[in-house]
């Protein structure tokens, strides 16, 4: 017998992190901005216990700086998608001109 959603939401609770690195997001990004490896951050990271393979850590970040919109290794030192978006578009209607 296939189980509701109310059903399941009832016998099972929520994930807190889906993702082991998740919390430590911001330590990484703060790690790589100052020019630290992946490689470098993954023995950090098991000098803590957890376990994480260097290209492991790369798309967990490529994947997490999406979804809150950021750009990294940007020449134009842009951070944000909307404003790469919009530095472009500028660029391009000035070629028009």
Do not use: C, W
Request: proline share 4%; charged share 35%; glycine share 6%.
């Amino acid at each position: 017998m296939k189980k509701s959603l109310k059903q399941y939401t009832e016998q099972h609770a929520p994930r807190k992190n889906a993702s082991k690195l998740l919390p430590f997001y911001s330590e990484m990004k703060a790690m790589r901005d100052q020019g630290y490896s992946y490689r470098q951050i993954s023995e950090a990271l098991q000098e803590n216990g957890i376990n994480a393979y260097p290209s492991e850590i790369k798309r967990f970040m490529d994947r997490r700086d999406n979804q809150i919109g950021l750009v990294r290794n940007n020449p134009d030192g842009i951070t944000h998608q909307k404003d790469y978006k919009d530095q472009f578009f500028e660029k391009f209607d000035k070629k028009g001109e």
